[in-house]
């Protein structure tokens, strides 16, 4: 059995478009395969902004810790368990002011760990969450694919690949906020998109 975590990053929790998506994908995915899926809502999540106590808290052995700091640890800790236990990644990702939503750069500041879940070495960082598959299902009022300012797209392949997961597949739904006829296309190409990939995972 696969072990999938679904990420959802929408501030508008189940309304969201990418969070309805996402879970589209997922919903798919189990009717066709065997998967355990565990849900990470990052907005009720209610993660702070990094802080140089919390980072502190890791850098200090965990033997030496104040319960402040082993309470501080504890969230990341617990954020990186849980993506080293899933073999497959779904995140849903809305833009937001052409970047990704804060509470997903916050996640992002707690499972980016040295010596964790990447190691500097001689020749640049290594990640080391390998082996897992990770799909981006991404979803814009305006049309942003293959354009200049498609901020998400690179970051995101950047970000995963420093930490391991360099194999990374995007689901686009685009134009959803530029009338009903641009929404049903960019609906309509998402759900193909989903379809395809998915095929190809249980062949």
Do not use: C
């Not at 106590?53 to 052995?61: I, L, R, V, Y």
């Not at 300012?149 to 690179?154: G, M, R």
């Amino acid at each position: 059995m696969k072990k999938l975590l679904l990420i959802n990053t929408s501030l508008n929790g189940k309304q969201g478009h990418s969070w309805q998506l996402a879970e589209k994908f997922v919903d798919q995915l189990a009717a066709s395969a065997d998967i355990n899926v565990t849900l990470r809502d990052l907005d009720s999540s209610n993660l702070p902004h990094l802080s140089s106590s919390e980072m502190a808290a890791w850098m200090t052995p965990a033997d030496e810790r104040s319960e402040q700091q082993k309470e501080l640890a504890t969230i990341s800790d617990e954020l990186v368990a849980e993506i080293k236990a899933n073999d497959i990644i779904v995140i849903g990702m809305p833009m937001y002011n052409f970047g990704v939503p804060s509470v997903f750069k916050s996640w992002i500041d707690r499972v980016a760990r040295a010596g964790v879940t990447f190691r500097y070495t001689e020749n640049g960082p290594v990640g080391l969450l390998e082996n897992k598959k990770v799909y981006v299902v991404a979803a814009r009022g305006g049309l942003y694919q293959g354009t200049p300012k498609d901020s998400q797209t690179q970051y995101l392949k950047d970000v995963l690949a420093f930490l391991g997961m360099s194999d990374v597949e995007f689901v686009y739904a685009e134009g959803l906020n530029m009338g009903p006829d641009a929404a049903n296309k960019g609906f309509a190409q998402a759900d193909e998109k989903i379809s395809e990939l998915i095929e190809k995972m249980v062949a």
